[in-house]
């Protein structure tokens, strides 16, 4: 079928999430603690494990040093610079409502901290150890920064480049478990077949383990079928899911020789795509893949455009939230844009309700602010 798989380690730990508050500096140690024990579940050598408990630990201090507190999430990923690169990768995320950082040029040079007591290299060592690594802030609004890191050996010249699917797309997202769980009934990837990029989010009925073997058993099929258009997808995953409790599956399609967007669901995953400057929903079809499968799934089809942004969420995400008006995200990368999301649609007075994952695929382009 001429495929490649993306965004999903094998085993079932598609849907692992190490979800860390970090509201003091106590915490730090259990950030270090979780990603060691990603590195271990991605399968990373002992030099790329320590290099990811450092970045983990220097992105948990700045929470505790510089915004007042924050969390991190730990994510397990696919490759992030090129498909021809077989390995898994840790995606560690960082996220605070702090007063954001002022000039992040200079945040980001190696060396560079403004508290003498920090580890002393700060966010310019993430970077450098991280294959890839991107931040955004904003003052008075707050900080993501996204490191992801991979064995020593598939470290590739492209490394702190955006997830990309292929030459003029990229895909990423960010997964968290309701209450810290340890499993996230949510799962997501993205899948190439030729000029086509395929990014699917499922939310498996509930949360915890069982509904994480529904996501999990989507992904499986995804990677079985992505040279089919949605719809066709939907009814093999329909076949799939049948063993399990069920999910809500939204896919959407880029063709990029046609630069045409193909979108269906079934259950509700949420879809908002942005094309110049106005956000307009994708609709989803009632129902329940693998229990409750419509007899018709709507497509819909829209034209990608260089200033196009799609955003699937789970049914974690509060339901009136507000899509970034950021115009610097396009230029991030989407793993960064999806935690802007998520954490902007939560709050301690309005926390996730349910697992809650978000996906984004954007495209591809030379240079970031």
Same mark, same amino acid.
């Given at each position: 079928?001429?495929?490649?798989?993306?965004?999903? #380690?094998?085993?079932?730990?598609?849907?692992?999430?190490?979800?860390?508050p970090?509201?003091?500096?106590t915490?730090?140690? %259990?950030?270090?603690?979780?990603?060691?024990?990603?590195?271990?579940?991605?399968?990373l050598?002992?030099?790329?494990?320590?290099?990811a408990?450092?970045?983990?630990?220097?992105?948990?201090?700045?929470?505790?040093?510089?915004?007042?507190?924050?969390?991190?999430?730990?994510? @397990?990923?696919?490759?992030?610079?090129?498909?021809?690169?077989?390995?898994?990768?840790?995606?560690?995320?960082?996220?605070?409502?702090?007063?954001?950082?002022a %000039?992040?040029?200079?945040?980001?040079?190696?060396?560079?901290?403004?508290?003498?007591?920090?580890?002393?290299?700060?966010?310019?060592?993430? $970077?450098?150890?991280?294959?890839?690594?991107?931040?955004?802030?904003?003052?008075?609004?707050?900080?993501?920064?996204?490191?992801?890191?991979? #064995?020593?050996?598939?470290?590739?010249?492209?490394?702190? $480049? &955006?997830?990309?699917?292929?030459?003029?797309?990229?895909?990423?997202?960010?997964?968290?478990?309701?209450?810290?769980?340890?499993?996230?009934?949510?799962?997501?990837?993205?899948?190439?077949?030729? #000029?086509?990029?395929?990014?699917?989010?499922?939310d498996?009925?509930?949360?915890?383990?069982?509904?994480?073997?529904?996501?999990?058993?989507?992904?499986?099929?995804?990677?079985?079928?992505?040279?089919?258009?949605?719809?066709?997808?939907?009814?093999?995953?329909?076949?799939?899911? $049948?063993?399990? +409790?069920?999910?809500?599956?939204?896919?959407?399609?880029l063709?990029?020789?046609?630069?045409?967007?193909?979108?269906?669901?079934?259950?509700n995953?949420?879809?908002?795509?942005?094309?110049? =400057?106005?956000?307009?929903? @994708?609709?989803?079809h009632?129902?329940?893949?693998?229990?409750?499968f419509?007899?018709?799934?709507? +497509?819909?089809?829209?034209?990608?455009?260089?200033?196009?942004?799609?955003?699937l969420?789970?049914?974690?995400?509060?339901?009136?939230?507000? &899509?970034?008006? %950021?115009a610097?995200?396009?230029?991030?990368? &989407?793993?960064?844009?999806?935690?802007?999301? @998520?954490?902007?649609?939560?709050?301690?007075?309005?926390?996730? $309700?349910?697992?809650?994952?978000?996906?984004?695929?954007?495209?591809? @382009?030379? =240079?970031?602010?």
């Amino acid at each position: 079928m001429g495929h490649r798989l993306s965004g999903a #380690p094998p085993g079932g730990a598609v849907s692992r999430v190490w979800d860390v508050p970090v509201p003091e500096t106590t915490r730090v140690r %259990d950030v270090r603690v979780a990603a060691e024990s990603a590195c271990g579940a991605a399968g990373l050598d002992a030099r790329s494990t320590a290099a990811a408990a450092l970045v983990a630990t220097e992105l948990a201090t700045n929470l505790v040093k510089h915004a007042s507190g924050g969390r991190i999430v730990i994510n @397990l990923t696919g490759p992030a610079a090129t498909l021809a690169d077989p390995a898994y990768r840790v995606q560690i995320t960082s996220l605070d409502h702090g007063p954001g950082i002022a %000039d992040v040029q200079a945040a980001l040079r190696d060396g560079y901290t403004t508290v003498t007591s920090s580890l002393g290299a700060g966010l310019g060592t993430c $970077r450098r150890l991280a294959d890839d690594f991107d931040l955004h802030s904003r003052p008075g609004q707050g900080t993501v920064a996204v490191a992801r890191m991979g #064995p020593a050996a598939a470290r590739l010249p492209s490394r702190r $480049r &955006p997830a990309a699917t292929g030459t003029g797309t990229r895909a990423g997202g960010i997964n968290a478990s309701l209450a810290h769980d340890e499993y996230s009934g949510d799962a997501f990837a993205w899948v190439r077949s030729g #000029p086509r990029i395929t990014l699917m989010l499922a939310d498996g009925l509930g949360h915890g383990a069982k509904a994480a073997e529904a996501s999990t058993a989507a992904v499986t099929e995804l990677h079985r079928r992505a040279d089919l258009p949605p719809a066709d997808i939907l009814r093999h995953l329909h076949t799939a899911l $049948r063993p399990t +409790r069920g999910a809500a599956v939204g896919i959407a399609q880029l063709d990029e020789d046609t630069q045409r967007l193909s979108f269906a669901g079934v259950g509700n995953i949420g879809a908002r795509l942005r094309a110049d =400057g106005e956000w307009r929903p @994708l609709v989803s079809h009632p129902g329940i893949v693998g229990a409750h499968f419509p007899a018709t799934v709507p +497509r819909h089809a829209s034209a990608w455009r260089p200033d196009s942004l799609l955003i699937l969420h789970s049914d974690g995400l509060p339901s009136r939230w507000i &899509p970034p008006h %950021d115009a610097r995200l396009l230029g991030h990368d &989407p793993a960064v844009t999806a935690a802007v999301v @998520l954490r902007d649609g939560s709050s301690a007075a309005r926390p996730l $309700r349910d697992d809650t994952t978000v996906a984004v695929l954007a495209p591809d @382009l030379d =240079g970031r602010p």
